[in-house]
């Protein structure tokens, strides 16, 4: 019953920003991690940013320093704040969470995915 929706997507020229958001609907007990995906033509998912739920952050290399994951508690939202964008950033993003249920393992939930291009 949980839906997470994406916005934020666009298109950009190279050195500039763009804000992803990803906004769950539905009962949530618990999140036990945040993450955004990443996807470009012809190449496999790729795990560009997590948050734990004790709010810790990884970011893959290629982003680092570039990208920032963060989470709005009270509106159920996570965003990805993406600056200094270069071309090689242009694929669909996905936002994944890992969600607690009861008496039950943790079970995972994706976003609709939102297409970023950027432009040289």
């Known amino acids: 019953q949980v839906q997470l929706v994406e916005s934020g997507g666009g298109l950009v020229q190279a050195g500039g920003s763009l804000r992803l958001s990803c906004a769950a609907s539905?009962?949530?007990?618990?999140?036990?991690?945040m993450e955004w995906y990443r996807q470009a033509p012809g190449k496999q998912r790729e795990l560009v940013a997590t948050?734990?739920?004790?709010?810790?952050?990884d970011y893959a290399d290629s982003v680092k320093g570039r990208f920032t994951i963060s989470r709005d508690n009270a509106a159920n939202t996570v965003y990805l704040q993406m600056i200094s964008l270069k071309p090689e950033d242009t694929a669909v993003y996905y936002c994944?969470?890992?969600?607690?249920?009861?008496?039950?393992?943790?079970?995972?939930?994706w976003g609709q995915g939102t297409q970023v291009t950027v432009s040289s």
């Open positions: 539905g009962i949530i007990l618990k999140i036990n991690a």
């Open positions: 948050m734990s739920s004790g709010g810790s952050t």
């Open positions: 994944k969470w890992s969600l607690a249920r009861p008496l039950l393992p943790s079970y995972d939930c």
